[in-house]
């Protein structure tokens, strides 16, 4: 399945005042490689995403992490993501951040394939991800 | 003109590892104060407005602020927001952030009144503030 | 066990350009819950407490969350955070965010009671929860 | 005197409803640039920056911005930041964030060098910036 590694750079405004990271800034370290694991498994950027497929985004519905390891300003971490199943509505991925070779984070994401839902306003509504995408997915 | 005044407790995190409010965190709690002004102004919710005005919303186009006490987690401080101008396609704020009384934050803020540019694909143009809209600002 | 309830306006820069809350912003809900209801049920301010025990804070080491419904900016909700077990050097919390009734984010989330570790420069150990907040946590 | 310059791409987690950057993560992206911009001059990470000189850091007591061009999640832009002036006990940067070229963001920073203040407890008090910090900032 496709996976994705990137070098992070831990950011004072990422910390809180026991110099760790806050550990929602996790998770947004973890949607920013989700989105960029799946711009590279459709070779194209999110907003032409929108074109090419007509759904609503692909929003998490289930994520979790286990803290193993604090991480401070300054750290160069890696985070290592990979999809992981691909189901008929959804799909999974884990997220590896290690610091100096320890896995320090390890976290776990769901994520639905979805469109608007016309019968509620604002409302989403999961539909089968699209075979293209389910073979682009599983592409090494 | 319009001013409104809300109470916040600073959250840990929005304090950074120096135990201070992490400065870009006062700009966000500023905006929302606007979207609150705003709100009470034109007597409707931001995401009814885009009905009520064919426009694109009321992005800021220049900011400042004067950091003059830190603040920590767990301050209670007051954000007291004000219109100050009303331009032909823009509007000015001020905020002012107290803590037990001292100001703390000073800041300015103009946004401008905007709809989509439609030969620039993702560009925005400025227009004339409504009528209507200037004369509920104006108000006390 | 120990619980308390609040009530959140999602603010405008919680969310994504999708419209709906930006997932981690969720856990940045749900950590400032945690401190309030810390805060309440030891009866003095987070920064008191590092005074009061000799300990270094009570991070996160494991956080899940399922995300049912969409929330938008705008929309009022009720967080209702409980502490639902205390362990020997650590305790669990559940929140449950609301709209209009119905639940919308379902987080858990397991924190630690630690001090520095003398061995580790940076790092921190898991010690036993003082017995005085076992029985505080305990209460109600 | 010295700058820098870094490429960064916009997040989906830094942009709003509006699809474009909600405005305070620029300052956070330009606190950053900061960071990196006196690590560099100085020689060493900022972390160790509090052994070297018996300080408590350069807090923003000033900033501001003028927001020209909007800018959307997978945009890449360059941030350029320079130190603009070297005061007594202050220090003033400027970045300017561009987008294919053009000019899509300017920001100004005043930084203060201070110490805590024995005589209030949690305060913050401005001090001479050491000669030698001086004359890094001002070599190229």
Redesign the interface.
Known sequence: MFSSRRNVRI???D??????V???????MF??ST?LLI?HALGM???RMYEAYDF??Y????????????T???DDVVIETSITKVGRSSFSLTHRLSKEGALAVEAFDTRAWVVRDPERP???RAVPVPDEVVTRFKAE
């Open positions: 950011e004072w405004g910390c809180d005042p026991a110099g760790i806050f550990y929602p800034r996790y998770f947004a949607d920013h989105v711009e950027p999110k907003h609503a985004g929003p998490s519905v289930a994520a979790r992490a286990r803290f193993l390891i604090p401070r300003y300054g604002g409302g989403l």
